[in-house]
């Protein structure tokens, strides 16, 4: 591996899709605080705290939980933000040069703003599922969020991966 200190300082070009993973992550950002303090008075004293592989809840806890998937999502949020400002310091599966800088930073700076996008969708899905939970008595978050939540995240990573070692 290449020493970042040699790798080429630039930032890639902005384009539409960054903008609309930009602000698609910064609307489920403030979609999950919204949800959390509107909803967060209506709550039993003890709500699901955690659900098994099958999406059942399988342990509860205070209703001060309710802010911890909001709590890390934002730190989260923030540092990858800050992160994606400086693309030269990522690990790469390739060694970076003049020539492929900016394909490389433009791949891995569009992966952080998905996959920050894809944890705040996932936070306020999961802090929903915990309400209706909660409050409804429903049966937690349902089998078909281990897998899919797997699928959006592996899916578009392994793809960056092979556009990342096809441009060498």
């Not at 919204?34 to 205070?62: C, M």
């Not at 390739?94 to 920050?116: G, M, S, W």
């Not at 915990?130 to 939540?149: E, N």
């Amino acid at each position: 591996m290449d020493s970042f200190e040699k790798r080429p300082k630039t930032r890639p070009a902005f384009n539409n899709a960054d903008l609309l993973l930009e602000i698609l992550g910064w609307i489920s950002f403030v979609l999950i605080w919204i949800l959390v303090i509107l909803k967060y008075s209506s709550l039993p004293d003890s709500i699901p705290t955690h659900f098994n592989a099958a999406g059942k809840v399988d342990d509860y806890g205070g209703k001060g939980t309710f802010f911890i998937s909001p709590i890390i999502g934002t730190i989260m949020f923030v540092g990858m933000t800050i992160l994606n400002r400086y693309p030269y310091i990522f690990n790469y599966p390739v060694k970076i040069t003049a020539d492929n800088a900016e394909r490389q930073y433009t791949i891995a700076t569009r992966l952080i703003r998905y996959i920050k996008f894809v944890i705040m969708c996932l936070s306020l899905i999961i802090e929903y599922k915990i309400f209706v939970t909660a409050t409804r008595g429903s049966s937690g978050l349902g089998g078909w969020f281990l897998p899919v939540f797997l699928g959006v995240i592996f899916i578009p990573l392994i793809v960056a991966i092979v556009k990342a070692i096809e441009i060498k």
